[in-house]
């Protein structure tokens, strides 16, 4: 352990030569080691493949291993010599290791030197590893003299001769090993293969676009940590991150490629940025220069702005000039207040910019799709400004429509400040996004503004979509109206369409339905089935003319938080204000941090008809004394869904349970109370719902109403304890009082259960049933405790009523035949021969130490919670001894004090005595009589931890002790006494007892019986 912390630490980086020349430019340090290679091509390379590191190297090997990341350069000269930089991929120090290409073959000997350590003054070396098959790593010379990689037709670098790392497996890998004993020193690769990037490095015709997916796009940006407080740019997952320093400001550029530019010439840049919290202070801008300096960044792209939010911002600047034509770098650099999280960076170009002549943007294009046609009306006013806010003086010489970037209309020769439509033909469904470039003389002007429209097809009701495939994404217009790019997607790990938890914001997102046809006035009934992971979620059902945020103005469902992992169904309507088409979107509004909103499916059907009764109001209450009767109370409706008053009587009302209909009641008068009645099979939770009916139909639903109808679950109970009568068992308890849900328990009703069980590791598991008691509080079980091999044997208490199970406690005794003397147990083998507890916070293992000469014994310890840990024996049969004594093997680190105690039965256990114990084995004899009048003893041995032993995490093995008792050799002999001896008061013993079994001083003066070095003595 102690050297694998000082690999880590290195920070001279060696090299360790093999016999080939040295190139010219090579340079090594005092230990071998390649700190800078010679001259030649440079490629770099993505690393695949597997890396592994050691997390232990005192108590034999354990590898972890992960999927290699980052990069790797190689270095290759005229002369056929080929260098890598940090070959291993877990351990990057900056080293070099060298060998030779041949054709498509590159070989890299055995035995270079990649670190050194001056406290062992030993080395680090290149060699084969060899796993075999018991988890340790050895040296294997014998498998090669070194390592071949060989180039594919497509540029990959891939090694030869390994294998994937399975631990217990054996397998071949490149490792390092220490040079002066040939351990294992830590870190390998197998599998490996390098992918060749393309790195950007110079551009020379723009536009230039960089969004980071790919590692050639990452490389092509310089980090500069430029306050080197180690926290920078880093690249990952189509973006560069920033975290924040806690105590420094931020001072970090990400530079890009040299990008030529012209003197004079308008250009526009950009990119975007944002953060990932809400609290803390994020700045940052763009400067470009000459150079990849910090100090050559000099002039100002995009002034210091703050970062706002969670929600992408992109920054930008359409009129950029530079005084001379040549190659320039552009900086984005963080500059934010010390502390906060994250501000990320993303999407940068350079494009050509407008001519200062050039138009202005066209900022207020509007597109609507027409009616239910496959058609885009796109609108704008034509600008009257130059780019550089001078007044145009003559006509357009077009407009250039563009959808996804391409352009589908020209208007020619548009008059400055005049209103423009357009439309656009022969659209499918789907999503497009259109903008508008204005042209003069002086070529194209500014971007205007991006508009995005979904071309829907209007369909007719009833209207049902199911979430079910995948396909269906392209009959949905999603809206993500925060921007943070978390938003409704297929899930293929759930095989569903839902809305995942967000980390930067709470959800504000739109699942938009293909419009229905709807008739002014009318109604319209929307069913939504829906589902969630384990946390709460929350949504809500909106409607209206426009698909955008702002059009769904119509709430259909209200907000609405629920948590099912079951599909739930929720239901609304809503009223068409106008003939036309009418857009029903599902709103995920979930707080971020939550875990999946799953959409199902949606139906939209026709609602109640505007004169039809408006919903009914309604009580719902359970039968008394837990009968399985609900009575539903139920308030007739005065108006009409359209608010008019009802006028004649409503022709009916249904009673609906689970989508049924179960009673009804007919010719009710409007604002009438009336009471109906429902039979449940069993106790359970039922939900209620009532329709009133008049001559124009069916009216609006009511709300729904769930309630508990019979009697409860039984609820807790509590004092589970059972009495061991030696040929039977009594189990007694409180009994249940109260429901599970608070809804009526008759206590007498309640039929407690005893049941076998079985610990399955995570909980316990109730099997057959043996015996049974209805209204109790107790249970004798004909059950001999005494026979058979001793465990620890539980059972089950469980509550049933006619509603079903309440929840059941378990409780634990010691059964079995006690252990006869004479008694012995010594972990011979590495094996308990008895039975031995352990508290739940303690350790106890079979080691290979011991003071009997079988080379195994007992410890006692603890991993993680300090304070008093204890083992303690099965049963013991003491009774028939004269003298039962324990004779017992100790020894103990960072413990000096061991307890005995001793239990009849399962009487609590009372200290027979307090030891005092060392690092030497120690044999103590202890009399047993004061526990020997009863059916079995006990005896535990306890004593205080204050130091934890730490184990390896994976496999729970010991790597260092902490406080630990050792025990060997334990027996419990009848020492038999024949006789009393007679001694003096003065005389002194070692070994002093009274005849219960206390032990008093050596030399006791109060006359009486005592044990002397276990013999019978009398002190007169």
């Not at 079979?846 to 204890?870: P, R």
């Not at 027979?912 to 004061?930: F, M, R, S, Y």
Request: net charge negative; hydrophobic share 35%; proline share 3%.
């Amino acid at each position: 352990m102690q050297r694998l912390s000082l690999l880590l630490v290195a920070t001279c980086l060696p090299f360790f030569a093999f016999g080939q020349d040295t190139p010219t430019g090579e340079v090594t340090d005092e230990h071998g080691i390649i700190i800078t290679p010679a001259e030649g091509q440079n490629t770099l390379y993505e690393r695949t493949g597997q890396g592994m590191f050691s997390e232990d190297q005192d108590d034999g090997m354990f590898l972890a291993y992960e999927d290699q990341d980052g990069t790797i350069e190689m270095v290759e000269c005229s002369d056929g010599t080929v260098y890598f930089k940090d070959i291993i991929s877990e351990y990057r120090r900056g080293y070099w290791v060298k060998g030779t290409k041949e054709g498509n073959t590159i070989h890299i000997p055995a035995y270079q030197v990649v670190a050194y350590s001056a406290d062992y003054d030993a080395s680090i070396v290149l060699r084969w590893a060899h796993g075999i098959g018991d988890g340790t790593i050895e040296a294997d010379d014998a498998h090669a003299d070194g390592f071949t990689f060989t180039i594919g037709d497509n540029g990959n670098i891939q090694i030869e001769g390994t294998s994937a790392f399975q631990q217990g497996a054996e397998n071949y890998f490149m490792g390092m090993f220490w040079s002066d004993n040939a351990e294992f020193a830590a870190f390998g690769d197998a599998l490996t293969t390098w992918i060749p990037i393309h790195v950007v490095t110079q551009v020379d015709e723009l536009p230039y676009f960089n969004n980071f997916e790919t590692m050639g796009d990452l490389q092509s940006f310089t980090i500069v940590d430029a306050n080197e407080d180690s926290s920078t740019w880093f690249g990952y997952g189509g973006r560069y991150s920033h975290f924040g320093n806690f105590d420094l400001e931020s001072d970090d550029w990400l530079i890009s490629p040299a990008i030529k530019l012209e003197a004079g010439k308008n250009y526009h840049v950009g990119f975007d940025t944002w953060k990932n919290d809400d609290f803390s202070f994020k700045t940052i801008e763009l400067k470009l220069g000459k150079a990849a300096s910090p100090e050559a960044l000099t002039q100002q792209a995009i002034a210091a702005t703050d970062v706002e939010g969670l929600l992408h911002q992109t920054l930008r600047n359409e009129t950029l000039k530079v005084d001379e034509t040549g190659y320039y770098y552009f900086g984005i650099h963080d500059i934010s207040e010390a502390g906060g999280y994250s501000v990320f960076a993303d999407n940068f170009f350079v494009k050509n910019g407008p001519a200062d002549g050039a138009p202005a943007a066209i900022s207020d294009l509007k597109v609507q799709q027409n009616g239910g046609e496959m058609q885009a009306i796109i609108t704008f006013t034509a600008p009257t400004k130059a780019v550089d806010g001078s007044t145009l003086t003559t006509n357009l010489t077009k407009v250039e429509i563009l959808r996804d970037g391409a352009v589908v209309k020209t208007i020619e020769d548009v008059a400055l400040g005049s209103q423009q439509q357009v439309t656009d033909e022969g659209l499918s469904i789907g999503k497009y996004t259109y903008t508008a470039v204005a042209y003069n003389e002086q070529g194209f002007g500014q971007d205007g503004n991006v508009v995005n429209v979904f071309m829907a097809e209007a369909k007719e009701i009833p209207y049902t979509v199911s979430f079910a495939e995948s396909s269906v994404l392209d009959e949905v217009n999603i809206i993500d109206a925060n921007g943070d790019g978390t938003t409704w997607a297929w899930n293929d790990y759930l095989d569903a369409l839902s809305f995942s938890e967000s980390y930067n914001a709470d959800g504000d997102d739109y699942l938009v339905l293909m419009p229905i046809k709807a008739e002014a006035g009318h109604n319209y009934k929307v069913t939504f089935t829906g589902s969630t992971g384990y946390a709460a979620e929350r949504f809500e059902v909106k409607a209206g003319r426009e698909a955008t945020p702002e059009g769904l103005n119509l709430t259909v469902i209200a907000p609405t938080p629920f948590c099912s992992e079951e599909p739930t169904s929720f239901e609304g309507n809503f009223t068409a204000e106008a003939d036309g088409l009418y857009y029903v979107a599902i709103h995920a509004i979930s707080d971020m941090y939550n875990n999946n909103l799953v959409a199902c499916e949606i139906t939209i059907e026709k609602g109640a008809e505007p004169t039809a009764p408006a919903a009914c109001d309604l009580t719902v209450t359970a039968g008394e004394q837990g009968t399985k009767m609900a009575i539903i109370t139920v308030t007739a409706p005065t108006k009409a869904v359209n608010g008019t008053d009802l006028t004649e009587n409503i022709t009916r009302i249904e009673l609906i349970s689970d989508g049924k209909v179960i009673d009804t009641k007919e010719d009710v008068a409007p604002g009438a109370i009336i009471e109906m009645t429902a039979a449940v099979e069993k106790p359970d939770y039922y939900t209620y719902q009532v329709l009133a009916h008049n001559v124009s139909g069916a009216g609006l639903l009511s709300e729904k109403v769930k309630t508990w109808i019979g009697q409860d679950l039984p609820g807790s109970f509590y004092g589970l304890q059972a009495v061991d009568n030696g040929q039977s068992i009594d189990f007694c308890w409180t009994r249940v009082t109260e429901g599970q849900n608070g809804y009526y328990l008759n206590p007498d009703d309640v039929e407690y259960q005893i049941l076998n069980a079985e610990f399955d590791g995570w909980s316990y598991a109730y099997t057959d049933i043996v015996g049974s008691v209805k209204g109790a509080d107790h249970y004798t079980l004909d059950f001999n405790t005494d026979e058979g091999a001793q465990q620890l044997k539980t059972w089950g208490v469980k509550p049933v009523n006619e509603a079903g199970e309440g929840y059941p406690q378990s409780v634990t005794l010691l059964t079995g035949a006690p252990y006869p003397l004479p008694y012995q147990e010594s972990a011979a083998n590495g094996e308990l021969a008895s039975l031995w507890q352990v508290d739940s916070d303690g350790a106890l293992y079979c080691i290979n130490e011991s003071s009997d000469g079988d080379g195994y014994g007992m410890a006692l310890t603890t991993t993680w919670f300090t304070g008093e840990h204890f083992i303690k024996s099965g049963k013991l049969a003491l009774q028939d001894a004269n003298n039962p004594t324990l004779h017992i093997d100790v020894k103990a680190n960072g413990i000096s004090k061991l307890q005995i105690k001793g239990a009849k039965l399962h009487e609590p256990a009372e200290t027979i005595e307090e030891v005092a114990i060392g690092e030497e084995w120690t044999t103590l004899d202890i009399p047993l009589a004061g526990i020997k009048d009863a059916r079995f003893a006990t005896l535990t041995f306890a004593a205080d931890f204050y130091n934890p032993s730490t184990t390896d995490w994976m496999t729970g093995e010991i790597q260092t002790w902490g406080d630990v008792v050792f025990f060997d050799n334990i027996r419990i002999t009848d020492d038999g006494i024949d006789g009393i001896e007679q001694v003096n008061s003065t005389e002194a013993s070692n070994s002093v007892y009274t005849l219960d079994g206390r032990r008093v001083k050596a030399d006791p003066t109060a006359k009486g019986l005592y044990i002397f070095d276990g013999k019978k003595t009398l002190i007169k």
